[in-house]
């Protein structure tokens, strides 16, 4: 079933795009597909502290590699009626205010050190690498052409992160505390 | 029967009213099986739309994040439900994202746009919402369950509405007939009601045409009764004025002036026998009895009865010696015999043998008594008439022969006189009538009774005579005189105490049934008037005397003879010169 007849192929690429799509964004890519979803997360994200008033911060922690595209996609989302604000961080310092965080770093090692500094904080932790201790609570990964993502749901739930179960039946794969 | 009737009266259309009331309760089965239908279509319908919530929410992510694979495994997965035809997620801008169809065309390629046409299809949508905003939408359609099975479903309502309805109709029916049978009913005690009436009516005409015949009976014996006397009565006269009409002629020898003379007398002292069994069957003779010898008795009637049986019957008599005596009235004795043996003689107009018996007996109170039988060899009584023989009026012989009293006399003569009387007989071999008498207590022979001197001379004194009749009371003067009284005649009451008051007399004589003032309320004013005066009455028979008594006056009976008034006037101013040997402050 999965990636199941043609017409369902592309009708997943017409959603791709159609979720992608942003008003400045003319071409979909893997970057502006996870820009988007990123921008997406905290609708499946609970705090154990409620994020009280103000906007939801999306932080960039280390290296931006979206650019105009988070800012974009950011720009017309809204998780409980509230805004989504994109902070850049050089490093965790500062990133307690942080509800979300893309976490990279020049090397794993150093994306690892960054999300050693985050570990059991509320800050949900995405990565773009997958390896060992550099990936985040979620990390994607491209799966047949598509952004996909891995849910390590045994970290959040360390960070007394919930997520939302709507949310593990999408991910490719779920870990899960023992 | 009435407040059946008055109910059935309210409610006249009780069939109608059952029709209607089971014609509303399928109406109500049919109500609620609507109503439980449409329910059961608004459930299916939220049941639908919470299944499109549900998916809904569950798509929110892979709407979300485009993921197609697990959209479809959503879509798919409500596919298990056979009903469910068709569902399919849109995205943001109503394009469908992931779709799941049990026919082509079921699904509208657009969110909003038509879908092929359907029966029995429901469709809901949902919109697909993250965080409060909407990123999408979802359409399910749902085939209804088929009608078969719905009314499967509501067969069981339905069965029950029909049941509820038949037994309101039967009821109505049944009540229906109730009426009816109420209406027979009333009008059965009306019919009822109606014969009944008749029945009286007729009840009624009954008791009158009963009273008819009885009246007409009445007449009838009557008619037998006066038929009767009248011939026998026209016979006596016959003689008595026969012989009336010799003595008047002149230059009639002595023998023969005697002879006819004799023979009114004789013929009198019948008639008045023959009134005297009138009033023994009416029981209202006043009897003389004497203490007798049957066998003289019928000793001494030997002559009368061979003339009165006549020649073709033979009259045998077989008399048992030593009879004890009794004590009875000796012409109804002799009346009764006479009675017995002419109808004796009537049953036998051939001839044949009449046998007059006497033995001892016994009555059935274990008295003793004689029996005096009569026997007849003639042709018997029939059963049923012998169970009448001695009913007052009843005969058996065409008017003028016989007066239907004789029997009856001899029965009323027995009873009075403290005996019975049996018949026995059988149809072609004679009857025997015997009378059982009882015997005197004293049995001692009676003084023969004194022939009265009729002719005995020194009589004198005053005598009163009062009848409102001219002829007795001439006779009873000429009477009276001819004893050697001197006599005063009146003709009633008031005038006879006019005449007491002015006069002093030694005797009245006086009727009893006279017009104004009868001679028993005479009787008492001259007591008052003149205490100790010796007062006779005479009657010939009189109501009052039968039911009060005479109060110890004497009386004469008519008709009398001249030695019977003799006597009675000899014996009341006897008494009463004893009475006068007294000194009385009247003289």
């Known amino acids: ?112 050190q ?56 999408i991910a490719l794969s779920v870990r899960t505390a023992r | 029967m009435r407040p059946l009737t008055r109910l059935a009266g309210r409610w006249p259309n009780m069939p109608i009213a059952g029709a209607l009331l089971a014609l509303l309760l399928l109406l109500a089965g049919v109500g609620v099986i609507v109503v439980s239908a449409r329910n059961n279509v608004a459930l299916k319908r939220q049941e639908t739309q919470v299944q499109a919530q549900i998916l809904a929410a569950s798509v929110t992510a892979a709407l979300d994040f485009g993921d197609v694979a697990t959209a479809r495994q959503s879509v798919e997965a409500l596919g298990v439900n056979r ?77 029950l509405a029909v049941m509820a309805a038949l037994v309101a109709l039967v009821l109505g029916i049944a009540h229906g007939a109730l009426r009816r049978a109420n209406r027979e009913l009333e009008e059965r005690a009306e019919a009822l009601g109606r014969a009944y009436a008749e029945l009286q009516v007729q009840v009624e005409e009954r008791a009158r045409a009963e009273e008819e015949l009885r009246q007409a009976q009445k007449m009838q014996a009557l008619g037998q009764l006066t038929g009767g006397i009248a011939h026998d009565f026209n016979n006596l006269l016959t003689v008595i004025q026969g012989s009336a009409d010799i003595l008047r002629r002149p230059g009639l020898d002595e023998a023969k002036r005697l002879r006819f003379a004799e023979a009114i007398v004789k013929t009198a002292g019948r008639a008045a026998a023959l009134t005297g069994q009138l009033l023994t069957f009416a029981r209202r003779q006043p009897l003389k009895p004497r203490s007798i010898d049957l066998n003289a008795q019928i000793e001494g009637m030997a002559d009368l009865l061979d003339r009165t049986i006549g020649e073709r019957v033979a009259v045998r008599t ?37 046998t007059i018996a006497t033995s001892d007996a016994e009555l059935a109170d274990g008295r003793r ?50 005996g019975e009387t049996k018949v026995a007989s059988e149809p072609g071999a004679g009857t025997t009538v015997t009378l059982l008498l009882p015997c005197n207590a004293n049995s001692a022979p009676d003084e023969p009774a004194a022939t009265p001197e009729a002719t005995r001379d020194g009589r004198s004194g005053h005598i009163l005579v009062v009848d409102d009749n001219d002829e007795v009371g001439v006779l009873a003067e000429a009477l009276c005189a001819e004893l050697g009284y001197r006599v005063s005649r009146v003709r009633s009451g008031p005038e006879a105490l006019a005449a007491a008051g002015s006069t002093r007399f030694d005797a009245v004589f006086t009727d009893v049934v006279m017009p104004g003032m009868t001679g028993l309320e005479l009787a008492d004013a001259l007591r008052e008037l003149t205490p100790g005066l010796p007062i006779i009455l005479a009657t010939g028979f009189s109501d009052e005397i039968a039911r009060q008594g005479t109060g110890g006056l004497p009386v004469v009976y008519k008709p009398y003879r001249l030695e019977t008034l003799a006597e009675a006037l000899d014996a009341a101013m006897g008494t009463t010169e004893t009475g006068k040997a007294a000194p009385s402050p009247g003289t």
């Open chain 1, 1 to 112: 079933m999965r990636g199941g007849g043609p017409l369902a192929k592309g009708m997943a690429v017409l959603a791709a795009a159609a979720l992608a799509c942003a008003p400045a964004a003319a071409q979909p890519s893997d970057m502006a597909v996870k820009a988007a979803f990123l921008t997406k997360f905290p609708a499946y994200v609970s705090w154990p502290r409620p994020p009280a008033g103000g906007a939801l911060n999306l932080c960039l922690i280390g290296t931006d590699p979206f650019g105009g595209l988070i800012d974009a996609a950011a720009r017309g989302q809204q998780v409980d009626g509230r805004p989504i604000a994109v902070r850049r961080l050089p490093g965790t310092d500062g990133a307690d205010a942080c509800h979300i965080a893309f976490v990279q770093g020049p090397s794993d090692a150093r994306t690892a």
């Open chain 1, 114 to 169: 960054m999300l050693q500094a985050l570990r059991g904080k509320p800050v949900l932790t995405v990565t773009d690498s997958r390896g060992g201790a550099a990936r985040g609570m979620i990390f994607f990964v491209v799966d047949g052409g598509r952004v996909r993502f891995h849910i390590d749901q045994a970290a959040a739930q360390q960070s007394g992160l919930g997520l939302s179960s709507r949310l593990l039946a």
């Open chain 2, 83 to 159: 009903q469910v035809v068709a569902a399919g997620v849109y995205d943001k801008q109503g394009n469908l994202f992931a779709g799941y169809s049990r026919g082509s065309g079921l699904l509208p390629p657009r969110f909003g746009a038509p879908a092929r046409r359907g029966a029995n299809m429901l469709e809901a949508s949902a919109a697909v919402e993250r965080g409060g905003t909407r990123i999408g939408s979802v359409y399910l359609r749902v085939q209804r369950e088929p009608v078969s099975r719905r009314l499967a479903r509501f067969s069981l309502i339905g069965l």
């Open chain 2, 318 to 354: 077989d008399l048992a010696p030593g009879l004890c005596r009794i004590e009875v009235d000796p012409a109804q004795l002799e009346a009764a015999i006479l009675n017995i043996c002419v109808n004796a003689r009537d049953a036998m107009p051939d001839g044949g043998t009449l």
């Open chain 2, 369 to 418: 008594a004689v029996a005096l039988a009569v026997t007849d060899s003639g042709s018997g009584i029939e059963p049923e008439v012998l169970a009448r023989v001695f009913e007052p009026f009843f005969t058996t012989k065409s008017v003028g022969k016989g007066t239907g009293l004789g029997l009856s006399q001899v029965y009323g003569f027995a009873a009075q006189s403290g």
